[in-house]
């Protein structure tokens, strides 16, 4: 009954069997290799490294993709291996050399993610090999010797991925982005039957709008593992992220649409086809993310842009009438759409690797002629910033690794490397995440150490250690991951008696100097985590969140002067939104990773990262259509986009000083109906000229949007803490 009990247990945490088979490849080519390089070749060097490269890269090493993927990834990174173990071998003969080694290695290591996350996956790996390498004794001559082992252990285990037990392959992102397309698509077009026909099936109007939110929903980046989301800095995940940021404000739009809809039925209305031939191309982009699916043009799309503003803002008829607000609202609105369903099918075809030649929404995709180099230099140097989340972690992580190395030379200690590994495994991104992870590891190396010294108290005879390692390789890899880190460290701790009892055989010391070793890399780890950035990501966020809506309501500001003919295109001030994009956006993932008290007040960071942006694509998809000052000869319009943009900047400034500093009494309110805003100046609309009426209502709409998605931030609830926030 206890052993029926405990195998439901495993299974509930292990659905599809994904961490057992993971285990179970490691224990096979573990096991091969070890007893191939100790018993069959007889050369410790080469079953050590063999063995601790299995480890390193089945274990520690978490990376994404199918298993082909997986398997590519391990072979391409044995150059950077054979570096690692390279320079740490000719390290070895001095404690400060390794140190030093360390400190650079530590930090280039964990600092290599800000180009491609998917590193981050390698990156303790990658530690691991140099630490191993770096510490006595100090023999060169077996280098050959080390990278041989390394090498066959990787080989073997990209062969594993591939042929022993494959992993099942999951949802990948590109296919919960076309899924989104698909749910967006499907709600344009019951927004478009809506506005010819607003009676009709609103029950299934309202289950296709529900399943879009859901659906777009799922493609936030903090939705997807760190290993899976498109974060590199390269083409295609820019691509991506683009794509995302278009479909949400695909949905806005079609929403705000929606409830703009006429009471009565207008025929034939050109926001509704212009609505259908977006649904049809953002359908088609969707699926032309599909390996094997044809690429999208957007050629049937600019068709239905052009029969639009034909129609606009005049109507297909011949009279003139004082301008029809709200359909002028309307065309603004499907036009607004339209322009951002564009940037998502030129967006599909970057991330598929079709070329981009001399495109209308290019703009946006200026990036794609850059090489690759430029593009990961622009990400390494956005991140060398005080504020920097990946810049605070990678300085930590390395500072307390060579402090680490230090003491472990200092006090000559037999398997100094444990000291590192546990300091690596204890050190997190904040304080309180550090102090969570000291108790399973210091209490799951005692229970290990003891049973280790019990058992090797009792046995003496190296064959018996040989015989389990296979079992104590399961155990550790498999069972100890599920029964939660107590478990999986306390296993760990016997795995490596086990080991270590073939290699150089040192009775029930062995696990005293274990048990010694991890209790000295966790206080390092622990100082470490209390002495560097101990607030983790939470600070770093909360300053980054407050200049990124800085920055925002200066583009703002900068976007509705050049609409206006007193400044320049507002180029700068967009590339510092960009800039503080990628710093908010490291600093946001590294959030969700860490714990939050849940007695401090939250802050709804989806809804504030929303709001900056919605500016970027927005200003740039404005000054597309309306150039620069297409309203300098209009000085009514003039007044009413300062008062507008002026009461918008208020909101901004109040919105980045709650999230500084807590919350304040409530921002200056914008009125988010464009209806609303041109009933002011009414009056005027008859007598301005027709295309100056069409800048006016989307720069105005387009304010309006901005201060919707303001507008979508609950205010804290009254009453609740306030005594901290995160």
């Not at 439901?8 to 088979?21: F, H, K, V, Y």
């Not at 995302?244 to 079609?254: G, M």
């Not at 086990?498 to 390092?524: K, N, T, Y």
């Not at 007598?687 to 205010?715: F, G, K, N, Q, T």
């Amino acid at each position: 009954m206890l052993g029926t009990s405990l195998l439901g247990r495993l299974r509930r945490r292990d659905p599809g069997d994904a961490i057992l088979r993971r285990a179970a490849r490691l224990t096979l080519v573990a096991s091969v290799v070890f007893y191939g390089c100790r018993y069959g070749a007889g050369n410790s060097t080469l079953a050590t490294y063999g063995l601790f490269g299995t480890i390193a890269a089945g274990s520690f090493a978490q990376l994404p993709g199918p298993a082909p993927q997986r398997a590519r990834i391990l072979v391409l990174s044995l150059p950077a291996v054979w570096a690692l173990i390279a320079v740490g071998s000719l390290v070895a003969w001095s404690t400060w050399a390794a140190a030093g080694g360390m400190l650079v290695v530590g930090f280039v290591v964990a600092f290599a993610g800000v180009g491609n996350p998917r590193l981050v996956g390698l990156a303790s790996a990658f530690q691991l090999f140099y630490i191993l390498a770096s510490f006595p004794p100090y023999q060169p001559g077996t280098l050959p010797e080390r990278l041989g082992g390394v090498t066959l252990a990787v080989v073997l285990l990209a062969a594993a991925e591939v042929f022993v037990w494959p992993d099942p392959v999951p949802v990948s992102y590109r296919q919960r982005l076309a899924e989104a397309a698909d749910g967006v698509a499907a709600f344009l077009d019951a927004a478009a039957d809506r506005l010819t026909d607003p009676h009709a099936a609103a029950g299934d109007r309202d289950t296709r709008r529900g399943r879009a939110y859901d659906v777009v929903a799922a493609i936030e980046l903090n939705r997807s593992p760190p290993a899976w989301a498109p974060s590199a800095a390269g083409v295609q995940d820019r691509a991506l992220r683009i794509c995302a940021a278009a479909l949400r404000e695909v949905l806005a739009e079609a929403d705000r649409l929606a409830a703009d809809a006429p009471p009565e039925p207008i025929p034939d209305l050109a926001a509704a086809r212009l609505l259908r031939s977006c649904a049809d191309t953002t359908r088609a982009a969707g699926r032309s993310l599909s390996p094997g699916a044809p690429a999208v043009a957007p050629a049937d799309l600019d068709v239905a842009v052009g029969r639009a503003e034909a129609a606009y803002p005049v109507g297909e008829g011949r009279v003139r009438d004082a301008p029809d607000v709200p359909r002028l609202c309307r065309d603004a609105t499907a036009l607004a759409l339209a322009d951002q369903v564009r940037v998502f099918a030129v967006g599909s075809r970057v991330a598929t690797g079709v070329r981009l030649d001399d495109d209308a929404s290019s703009g946006l995709f200026e990036y794609t002629r850059r090489s690759p180099w430029t593009l990961y230099w622009w990400q390494f140097r956005s991140h060398l910033a005080p504020r920097s989340a990946h810049l605070h972690n990678s300085l930590r992580l390395a500072v307390a690794l060579a402090i680490a190395r230090v003491a472990a030379g200092v006090l000559q200690l037999t398997h100094g490397f444990w000291v590192l590994l546990a300091t690596l495994t204890v050190l997190r991104t904040s304080a309180s995440d550090t102090r969570t992870a000291l108790r399973p590891a210091v209490l799951g190396t005692i229970i290990g150490a003891v049973v280790s010294g019990g058992v090797m108290l009792v046995v003496d005879e190296p064959i018996v250690y040989a015989i389990v390692l296979p079992i104590t390789l399961l155990l550790a890899f498999g069972v100890g991951r599920l029964l939660g880190p107590v478990w999986q460290q306390a296993l760990f701790t016997v795995l490596l008696t086990v080991v270590f009892a073939q290699l150089s055989p040192a009775g029930w010391r062995l696990a005293e100097a274990r048990l010694v070793d991890v209790l000295l890399g966790a206080v390092i780890g622990v100082l470490a985590g209390v002495a560097m950035w101990p607030r983790g990501a939470g600070h770093d966020l909360r300053h980054n969140a407050t200049r990124y809506l800085k920055a925002s309501a200066d583009a703002v500001d900068q976007t509705v002067q050049a609409v206006l003919g007193d400044a320049p295109p507002p180029e700068g001030a967009l590339n510092r939104v960009r800039r503080r994009m990628v710093l908010i956006d490291s600093s946001y993932c590294q959030y969700h990773s860490e714990r939050h008290d849940p007695h401090r007040q939250q802050v709804n960071w989806d809804a504030v990262l929303s709001t900056g942006h919605h500016v970027v694509p927005g200003a740039e998809s404005l000054l597309r259509r309306n150039p620069p000052g297409c309203l300098a000869g209009w000085p009514e319009a003039a007044a009413l986009l300062r008062d507008t943009a002026g009461r918008l900047r208020s909101a901004y400034d109040a919105l980045a000083d709650e999230v500084a500093h807590g919350p304040t009494s409530a921002g200056a309110q914008v009125s988010t109906t464009c209806v609303d805003q041109l009933d002011r100046i009414r009056p005027l609309l008859g007598e301005a000229d027709l295309r100056s009426v069409r800048h006016l209502v989307e720069a105005d709409r387009w304010l309006a949007s901005l201060a919707d998605s303001l507008a979508r931030i609950h205010p804290p609830v009254v009453g609740g803490p306030t005594g901290h926030r995160d």
